[in-house]
């Protein structure tokens, strides 16, 4: 059986970020990366958009204000962000303090779908050139703790240290080994909300910012603003028991492709279960089902205008003058989405769009779409052995299936941090 001084399971950016922190410090390792699809999936893949600003991606329980900009640097170091300038936005800070809602001031960037392939197949060929056994295609499926061994469906295969960071969707595989090695761990946060599509002149906002950041009271915040060649998305995912689910998402093409005159971007409440202590993840899982059970087994979306006047959308409803583009994602059920929502939910995210419609009058607008579910699982907390992210003998999580992360440069900061933790 091949034997490796560190195997990483996930090429996302905290497998990535992990991979470059070890070939810096000690060019000689043998190192294996294991990756289940052709390309990694997470948001490296999909638009790319890159925060460089604690606390945006930073889970507080995990990260100090000072941790984070010091991982920050090296990530800032070994990406070399092309950071956006920032423009007009004083009118913005003052509607928004008035209302008691923050405007956050982010340092950002923004590759594209497309920009972003660029990107993971010139960092994977960088690892390749340094010696490192990149298998594509190859899932890890189980481990052998004692054996020092991981069981992928093309082998076993040996380690000195093991990182496993496989992102948002590998959460229950995560879940699973955790089981096995009787990590303890609790899931009990999630982000349910909707995505709003509308047209560019209706959230002007975004040519001086690209993905404005803002904190409404009752924990919403707007997340993932997309403009340009800007698309509504939806991703399948699946419960513990196998039946289909779809999240919308979004996302946008680098600015080489035409832009189409439209923003999208989502509206997230963060839930979080005490007493008694649920699961984030059934508990979202229950809500993607209800929604398709109101969808016939699609996202539901609905016009503000519709919305405002209790009615559910219809397909007349995105023809009708005032209704005036059409969604970029149609496979979708026009619908009603307070039929679906919690109503603690939904009356949070209606309370903060109308404030948002305040500080940038227009986003309200009845052709405006909200897209619903889009939930977000992240929410892993295992209980680690020590500050470097160590879950068992000679085993680290990172990422965002872990909990160390919600975005890519988190992730990639998590990466680094694990990686010094297994070089000791
Ligand atoms: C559609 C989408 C768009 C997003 N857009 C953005 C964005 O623009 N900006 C941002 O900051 N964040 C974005 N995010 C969030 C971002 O993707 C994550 O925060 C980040 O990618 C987490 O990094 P990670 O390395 O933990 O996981 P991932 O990037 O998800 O990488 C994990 C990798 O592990 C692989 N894997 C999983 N299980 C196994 C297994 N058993 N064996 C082998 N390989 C396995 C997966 O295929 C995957 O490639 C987006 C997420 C999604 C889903």
């Known amino acids: 059986m091949e034997k490796y ?9 905290a497998g990535l970020g992990a991979a470059f922190h070890l070939l810096k410090k000690n060019s000689n390792l043998k190192i294996m990366m294991l990756e289940r699809e052709k390309v990694s999936t997470g948001g490296l893949r999909n638009d790319c958009k890159m925060n460089f600003t604690f606390p945006i991606g930073f889970p507080l329980e995990n990260w100090t204000r000072e941790q984070a900009e010091h991982y920050l640097e090296m990530v800032i170091h070994e990406l070399k962000p092309d950071i956006f300038k920032k423009k007009n936005l004083s009118t913005y800070f003052k509607r928004a303090e008035n209302l008691g809602v923050e405007l956050l001031d982010i340092k950002q960037t923004h590759l594209g779908t497309d920009g972003g392939l660029r990107l993971i197949k010139q960092l994977i060929a960088e690892l390749q050139e340094c010696g490192v056994d990149i298998k594509l295609e190859t899932e890890m499926t189980g481990i052998d703790a004692a054996g ?11 380690y000195e240290k093991l990182l496993i960071a496989p992102g948002r969707k590998g959460f229950r595989f995560l879940q699973s080994v955790m089981d096995s090695l009787e990590v ?35 924990k919403v915040r707007t997340f993932c603003t997309n403009s340009g060649a800007a698309h509504v998305v939806r991703e399948k995912y699946g419960t513990a028991s196998g039946k289909p689910y779809f999240s919308v998402n979004g996302h ?13 971007f989502a509206m997230l409440k963060t839930v979080t279960f005490t007493q008694p202590l649920a699961s984030g993840q059934e508990f979202a899982e229950n809500l993607g089902l209800q929604a398709m059970l109101m969808g016939g087994g699609k996202p539901i979306m609905q016009r503000v205008g519709d919305f405002r006047l209790g009615k559910r959308s219809k ?28 109503a603690k939910i939904l009356r949070g995210i209606w309370k903060s769009m109308k404030a948002l419609d305040t500080i940038i009058p227009g986003v309200l ?29 000679n085993i680290y999580f990172a990422g965002d299936g872990a909990g160390t992360s919600r975005g890519i440069t988190a992730a990639w900061a998590s990466g680094i941090r694990a990686a010094e933790g297994i070089l000791g």
Do not use: W
Not at 5 to 13: E, H, M
Not at 252 to 264: C, I, K, Q, Y
């Open 5 to 13: 001084d560190v195997i990483i399971v996930g090429s996302g950016p």
């Open 148 to 158: 020092k061994s991981i069981i992928t469906d093309k082998g076993e295969f040996r």
């Open 184 to 218: 303890q761990y609790i899931d009990h946060i999630v982000d349910i909300g909707v995505r709003i599509e509308t047209k560019l002149e209706n959230y002007p906002i975004v040519t001086d910012y690209y993905d404005p950041k803002f904190l409404f009271p009752d």
């Open 252 to 264: 946008a093409f680098s600015g080489d492709r035409a832009p189409n005159g439209l923003v999208n």
């Open 315 to 342: 397909a007349e409803s995105f023809n009708d003058d005032l209704y005036n583009f059409e969604p970029t994602q149609p496979n979708c059920t026009p619908g009603d989405i307070s039929l679906s929502m919690p």
């Open 365 to 393: 607008h009845p052709g405006t779409i909200m897209y619903y579910p889009e939930i977000k699982l992240y929410a892993n907390k295992p209980e680690y052995l020590d500050g470097n992210f160590k879950a068992y003998d």
